[in-house]
């Protein structure tokens, strides 16, 4: 049997936003718009900010540079502050230009490594005016075919490049490194697993932690046991929540596999990473035919209800039974926890906070939408690369 849902614990979820979501994307064959799209960062910040306003639990904004880039950030800094929110990760973007065709920090040319080095050095001067704390990586880079270069050679040139990065980082500030098994590079990809990873920001020091994003592995991989690794090796600095059918879909938390996305929880729950600040829970999905700010709303509130299924658990039964051995009443024990229907133990936690019962159902109501629809018509619309 599941055990009475401690609320308070609730309060300890905070889940970060990415401004990139409220932007146009699409497929490698069309980027679709969608009416009230915002324009510039600003215009991002706000509609996330409506996440945060009804959800209650979302209360930072990530970046990415230049997409996000304006001339003032520290006017971006006390608007997200007027808005109620924070700017939170900032993330690099070394992926989009002609000269990174070969990579970027693995590029056997040095010039291009360096154009490479010195485009995080501006995110890290981003992060002192927005007050962000972690610095985030993420490399297209690798090769499509044997021979093409130099595996253990590109992995000195990366190691080489991350010290560089590394060593101009302020002493509360952090980088975190996340992988990626493929895609654009398809024979082998330079930071292609959490163990390569682990193995740099270890090389790098305590202010490297290692970023785990859910579509970012092969079908099969057991993430729960990745995430319990982590943990246990201290080193897991955030994890990025999405889902996929297939591959890195990108797609809203818990739309592929919910009780995949409850056993990471549990792993999270277990191994002490939920509520710890150093653990940072962001959600990296594009929505690409769905209304943006309402797919941003269902991600954050279907992993509200994962973590109350995960705090419905009774840890003491099942500890029982792990030490008996008895396999089939530990994964009853589990079950039971996935199948509590939470929806009105959270509805009457958001209506003590002040929140609304049903956010969705309140956001839609709040006629948000069709005033940004009608204030931003005719306007230039952000999306990939903007």
Known sequence: MSVPIDTDRLDLLRIEVPSWAYGNSGTRFRVFGTPGTPGDAFEKVSDAAQVHRHTGIAPTVALHIPWDRVDDFGALRAHAESEGVALGTVNSNTFQEEDYKFGSL??????????????????????RETGSRDLKVWLADGTNYPGQDSIRERQQRLADSLAEIYAMLDDDQRLVLEYKFFEPAFYHTDVPDWGTSYVHC???????K??????????????EFIVAQLLR??????FDFNSRFYADDDLIVGAADPFQLFRILVELVDGGGYGDPDVQLVLDQCHNVEAKIPGQIRSVLNVQEAVAKVLALDVDALAAARRDCDVLLANEILMDA?????????AEHRAARGLPEDPMRAFLASGYLERIAADRAGRAQAGWGA
């Not at 270890?202 to 490297?208: C, D, F, Q, R, S």
């Not at 090796?233 to 955030?238: D, E, K, N, Q």
């Not at 996935?338 to 959270?346: A, C, K, N, P």
Request: aromatic letters at 2%.
């Open 106 to 127: 693995c590029h056997p040319d040095a010039r291009v490594r360096a154009k490479a080095v010195a485009h995080h050095a501006e995110c890290i001067d981003i992060m």
């Open 202 to 208: 270890v090389e790098l020091g305590p202010k490297a």
């Open 210 to 223: 290692v970023v785990l994003d859910t579509g970012h592995h092969a079908p099969g991989t057991n993430i």
């Open 233 to 238: 090796l201290g080193r897991l600095g955030a």
């Open 338 to 346: 996935f199948h509590t229907d939470v929806r009105g133990t959270l």
